[in-house]
């Protein structure tokens, strides 16, 4: 059912069948590697090159999802996918190995929630049995596409941030007991004029905000109906302009209501900068360490707003400014 | 030692310079590096770099200001001897041997070495 111009609430909430987390040697030392399924052992993963890694990556985190669902590539009925890399062919040699019918998106960093939002609408209409919403990122292959590759060890301002090597998959169906996806709110793209690709959190702050309050008019909820609304990847620094911009708005969050995925994921490790980001960050944030404290009971409603930057290298390079968006998702777990 | 000191003052003055480009002026690593070497080009062009190059020695031949000073230094000596046509013989007559070198020793690295990401 729409709700205002761009809300959808699912009369059939969708549930979560399986969800995983796969991340990269670097993230088995983060703050919440104990919400992970795996990790790999290095950036490489046997692989020749970091684009191949990250493949490895999504095909991981699919076969996760799968073997926890005790589900069969053959019972997928779509596969929602999308990545980082030039026309997201991370996702698209994903899929080509796993034979389910596919549907590539790209929405940046957003796109977890974006996959997670068209996945639940398939399912609650009726269009699926089973759907399976992917997306992974690489930290290697991200640095050479949108900045410098790594190894010509260019100096980064304190707003940078750290993608995210890794991958989440998650699994709906319209039956289970897991946790339920009640509602979405698909985003506009703001764009602020920001032009630095090392301080996209600040690009992204203003669309988050947007999407957020959007949704809390469309759904008519006040901000204390969740017990948690999380932003995808600011970093510190986009973190505390939303915090501003709420406060301008006159929105008031009560403490520990608000955070990013993108601070949770490292920490205020200085090897980060201005903390995660990527594709991978929302997703494994979401499917692992959130979906992880909604099984505990100690979180029951959350919001999830994925933020993505919606620039190419090409277009930075032409010093166009940092179009960002930002999708959310409401999940309910109650047992 | 007071060369060392000299060349310590105006090699550091240059990279902090390069620093502020890039941290005040929000300047990107590649912007600062090409501004860094038209700036030694036009140093060059108006006759300073050399005397810099006196004063602090390795302090000014160091970094990459002295690269642009260097492609307008041979740009110039084959334009003497052949004219016009010697600005574009000459521009790489005096750095070729760096450039030349970046790109064969990074060949034999990466054949050698992969990148840690």
Same mark, same amino acid.
């Not at chain 1, 076969?63 to 991370?90: C, P, R, V």
């Not at chain 1, 957020?212 to 986009?238: Q, R």
């Not at chain 2, 860094?36 to 062009?45: D, F, T």
């Not at chain 2, 230094?73 to 750095?95: D, N, Q, R, S």
């Given at each position: 059912?729409?709700?205002?111009?761009?809300?959808?609430?699912?009369?059939?909430?969708?549930?979560?069948?399986? *969800?995983?987390?796969?991340?990269?040697?670097?993230?088995?030392?983060?703050?919440?590697?104990?919400?992970?399924? @795996?990790?790999?052992?290095?950036?490489?993963? +046997?692989?020749?090159?970091?684009? #191949? &890694? /990250?493949?490895?990556? !999504? /095909? !991981?985190?699919?076969?996760?999802?799968? +073997? #926890?669902?005790?589900?069969?590539?053959?019972?997928?009925?779509?596969?929602?996918?999308?990545?980082?890399?030039?026309?997201?062919?991370?996702?698209?040699?994903?899929?080509?190995?796993?034979?389910?019918?596919?549907?590539?998106?790209?929405?940046?960093?957003?796109?977890?929630? /974006?996959?997670?939002? !068209?996945?639940? #609408?398939?399912?609650?209409?009726?269009?699926?049995?089973?759907? $399976?919403?992917?997306?992974?990122?690489?930290?290697?292959?991200?640095?050479?596409?949108?900045?410098?590759?790594?190894?010509?060890? &260019?100096?980064?301002?304190?707003?940078? @941030?750290?993608?995210?090597?890794?991958?989440? *998959?998650?699994?709906?169906?319209?039956?289970?007991?897991?946790?339920?996806?009640?509602?979405?709110? =698909?985003?506009?793209?703001?764009?602020?004029?920001?032009?630095?690709?090392?301080?996209?959190?600040?690009?992204?702050?203003?669309?988050?905000?947007?999407?957020?309050?959007?949704? %809390?008019?469309?759904?008519?909820?006040?901000?204390?109906?969740?017990?948690?609304?999380?932003?995808?990847?600011?970093?510190?620094?986009?973190?505390? =302009?939303?915090?501003? !911009?709420?406060?301008?708005?006159?929105?008031?969050?009560?403490?520990?209501?608000?955070?990013?995925?993108?601070? =949770?994921?490292?920490?205020?490790?200085?090897?980060?900068?201005?903390?995660?980001?990527?594709?991978?960050?929302?997703?494994?944030?979401?499917?692992?360490?959130? %979906?992880?404290?909604?099984?505990?009971? +100690?979180?029951?409603?959350?919001?999830?707003?994925?933020?993505?930057?919606?620039?190419?290298?090409?277009?930075? @390079?032409?010093?166009?400014?940092?179009?960002?968006? &930002?999708?959310?998702?409401?999940?309910?777990?109650? @047992? | $030692? /007071?060369?060392?000191?000299? *060349?310590?003052?105006?090699?550091?003055?240059?990279? *902090?310079?390069?620093?502020?480009?890039?941290?005040?002026?929000?300047?990107?690593? &590649?912007?600062?590096?090409?501004?860094?070497?038209?700036?030694?080009?036009?140093?060059?062009?108006?006759?300073?770099?050399?005397? %810099?190059?006196?004063?602090?020695?390795?302090?000014?031949?160091?970094?990459?200001?002295?690269?642009?000073?260097?492609?307008?230094?041979?740009?110039?000596?084959?334009?003497? $001897?052949?004219?016009?046509?010697?600005? %574009?013989?000459?521009?790489?007559?005096?750095?070729?041997?760096?450039?030349?070198?970046?790109?064969?020793?990074?060949?034999?690295?990466?054949?050698?070495?992969?990148?840690?990401?």
């Amino acid at each position: 059912m729409l709700l205002g111009r761009q809300s959808w609430l699912f009369d059939n909430s969708p549930r979560i069948i399986a *969800a995983a987390a796969v991340g990269g040697p670097f993230e088995s030392k983060c703050q919440i590697a104990e919400d992970f399924d @795996q990790f790999t052992s290095d950036l490489w993963m +046997e692989q020749d090159s970091f684009e #191949k &890694a /990250e493949v490895k990556l !999504l /095909e !991981l985190a699919c076969a996760k999802a799968l +073997e #926890k669902a005790g589900l069969k590539n053959d019972d997928i009925n779509f596969l929602l996918s999308g990545d980082l890399d030039n026309q997201i062919t991370s996702s698209s040699f994903a899929a080509r190995g796993l034979h389910i019918p596919y549907l590539g998106i790209f929405s940046a960093c957003s796109t977890s929630m /974006e996959s997670l939002a !068209l996945a639940s #609408k398939i399912v609650d209409n009726n269009g699926a049995n089973y759907v $399976m919403a992917a997306t992974a990122s690489h930290n290697a292959a991200a640095e050479k596409q949108f900045r410098y590759p790594t190894e010509y060890g &260019a100096q980064k301002p304190p707003t940078a @941030q750290w993608t995210v090597t890794g991958a989440g *998959a998650v699994i709906l169906g319209k039956q289970g007991n897991g946790p339920r996806i009640i509602s979405a709110t =698909i985003g506009k793209v703001v764009d602020m004029g920001i032009s630095d690709p090392f301080n996209m959190g600040a690009a992204m702050a203003p669309a988050a905000v947007d999407t957020i309050e959007t949704h %809390l008019n469309e759904l008519n909820v006040e901000p204390d109906y969740y017990d948690l609304i999380a932003t995808g990847d600011l970093g510190f620094t986009g973190y505390s =302009i939303v915090q501003d !911009l709420f406060r301008k708005k006159g929105i008031c969050l009560k403490k520990n209501l608000y955070v990013d995925c993108g601070t =949770i994921i490292y920490g205020k490790d200085p090897k980060v900068f201005s903390g995660a980001s990527g594709c991978a960050c929302s997703a494994i944030v979401t499917y692992g360490h959130f %979906l992880n404290r909604m099984r505990r009971g +100690e979180l029951k409603r959350i919001l999830v707003a994925a933020t993505g930057a919606l620039l190419s290298p090409m277009s930075y @390079q032409q010093k166009e400014s940092i179009p960002g968006i &930002a999708h959310a998702v409401s999940i309910e777990y109650i @047992q | $030692m /007071e060369q060392f000191i000299r *060349a310590f003052l105006v090699g550091g003055a240059i990279c *902090a310079i390069g620093q502020v480009m890039m941290d005040v002026f929000r300047m990107t690593p &590649a912007h600062t590096m090409t501004a860094l070497v038209a700036a030694g080009a036009v140093l060059g062009g108006l006759g300073w770099y050399d005397k %810099l190059v006196d004063f602090a020695g390795a302090g000014a031949t160091t970094p990459i200001l002295s690269f642009g000073n260097s492609l307008l230094k041979g740009a110039l000596a084959e334009a003497e $001897m052949h004219g016009l046509i010697g600005v %574009l013989t000459g521009i790489f007559e005096i750095t070729s041997a760096g450039i030349s070198s970046a790109i064969i020793f990074g060949f034999l690295a990466a054949l050698v070495f992969k990148p840690k990401g």
